[in-house]
């Protein structure tokens, strides 16, 4: 069996032992200098798979020798242990390279966490000229798309907390689940949540958990966002839409990495890599005021910018391509492929809902299409809005909607359901001819069935 070795760096001798006595337990066979030159010297020599730094050298610092090791080594994971409450110099450390940080006093369980997750990064990389990375999700030949993957590999082997920014709909979400499955934590939970979705009275308990009885309605213990990613990755989508004194409560839970659920006196430490995004500009949210700047600093440590689709548009026949294949697969029917003028109409249009938008206008041309082929007019990219007839605009509102609170998206679903049993029931069952009688193609009385959950 291989063993894993690692480079220790500390001035003080007693907090070399403890490192050194620690990963020797571990398994781990251990190097060690008092200062910058003296790890120097090891590196010359060994190519250790860990290195941990004490922040505060006699002859410089942590971070000139983090630069040092991804100039020369970058896939060595360098971690800097830093003095306790100094989180300027932690963020610093991460953006030179760090893998992650420590603070003093030491904590051996904490250690011993980092170390497993950094002795991860030992497996090869994937090959950096690969067009497509393992799972797949990114999406697409264009030079800011083979970019993209290229910074998700690097950014998965730090556990630096990243900020994704990016339009609506552009794959932030799947930016997010790159960085985690190329990560030393891809055994682990990844957890997505969109900010936005939560009601603020029910915040903390969503995102800290609570205990039984804290509450109306807390009738079970709930363990809540943070510790449900425990050992993986928290995605936390559009957190600019978190009021203030969530803000407060979400960078203490960061900075001690611990949470205290509703109705609890004790806090829980959590383990969890930070990932976060919003399409909104979060730096102009701080001078207004809207969002800590605290927070900002210790969210934004790395920055990625995912392209929106229109600067990529050479992606768009295999985006549309696989997206064509997806519906076809969930809905049972054969696939449809998109004329050279469907596809140079879609090249043409400028996308303000990115890939979202792309599978929205798909997955309607696909159902509405009677042919295996789908042409530039299925797409209704034009102005559809100002095409559509009018004729019982005025007169059937006060028929069709009922008076008092409904839920529009079950009302419609219920008057489609009516309308496809009777056609169904006039035709025998006929699918083919109820279809007919509906005005609408096969393959859309195919999507509208499965949708509706009436096969």
């Known amino acids: 069996m291989t063993t894993h070795t690692a480079l220790i760096v500390d001035d003080e001798p007693d907090i070399r032992d403890l490192l050194e006595i620690t990963l020797t337990r571990m398994g781990i066979k251990t190097f060690t200098a008092p200062d910058l030159t003296g790890a120097l010297q090891v590196l010359e020599n060994q190519s250790p798979q860990l290195c941990l730094t004490d922040m505060n050298l006699p002859d410089g610092n942590g971070i000139e020798l983090v630069q040092w090791i991804q100039q020369h080594s970058p896939a060595t994971p ?3 242990i830093t003095a306790y409450g100094c989180m300027e110099t932690a963020i610093e450390s991460l953006k030179a ?5 420590v603070s003093k006093p030491v904590e051996l369980s904490r250690l011993r966490e980092l170390v497993n997750s950094a002795l991860k990064l030992a497996s090869p990389e994937p090959h950096a000229e690969n067009t497509q990375d393992e799972p797949g999700l990114l999406l697409g030949t264009s030079q800011q798309i083979k970019t993209l993957r290229n910074q998700t590999r690097k950014l998965a082997r730090s556990q630096a907390p990243v900020f994704i920014n990016g339009e609506s709909g552009s794959g932030k979400e799947l930016v997010a689940r790159m960085i985690h499955l190329q990560g030393p934590r891809s055994d682990g939970p990844f957890v997505a949540v969109n900010c936005g979705a939560i009601p603020s009275e029910l915040m903390e308990s969503e995102f800290f958990g609570h205990k039984k009885g804290s509450f109306t309605g807390a009738t079970d213990n709930k363990d809540g966002l943070f510790r449900s990613a425990n050992g993986g990755t928290l995605f936390l989508d559009e957190i600019a839409d978190l009021p203030l004194p969530m803000q407060v409560k979400l960078l203490r839970a960061i900075q001690e990495k611990a949470v205290r659920p509703v109705g609890e006196t004790k806090e829980a430490p959590v383990d969890i890599r930070l990932l976060s995004a919003t399409h909104k500009n979060l730096a102009a949210l701080v001078q207004e005021g809207t969002f800590r700047q605290d927070l900002f600093y210790r969210i934004n440590v790395i920055e990625l910018a995912v392209p929106p689709l229109r600067e990529r548009t050479g992606d768009i026949p295999l985006l549309a391509r696989r997206i064509l294949e997806r519906i076809a697969r969930e809905y049972e029917c054969d ?3 998109l004329t050279r003028d469907a596809l140079e109409r879609l090249q043409e ?3 303000p809902g990115n890939v979202r938008e792309l599978e929205n206008i798909l997955e309607r041309a696909f159902t509405l299409c009677d042919s295996e082929q789908i042409s530039a007019a299925d797409l209704h990219l034009g102005n559809s809005l ?3 007839p ?3 605009a005025a007169g059937s509102h006060s028929t069709l909607v009922p008076d008092g609170d409904i839920d529009l998206e079950d009302y419609l679903e219920s008057i489609e359901r009516q309308a496809i ?4 029931e006039a035709t025998r069952w006929n699918k083919t001819a109820a279809a007919k009688r509906l005005g ?5 009385m195919r999507y509208r069935l499965k949708k509706l959950g009436m096969e």
């Open 386 to 388: 100002e095409s559509r």
């Open 440 to 444: 609408i193609s096969f393959r859309a």
């Open 78 to 80: 360098v971690a800097v």
């Open 421 to 424: 049993e009777k056609a169904l």
């Open 349 to 351: 249009h400028d996308f």
């Open 390 to 392: 009018q004729s019982t």
């Open 97 to 101: 390279g760090a893998f992650d940080f």
């Open 335 to 337: 696939t449809a492929t």
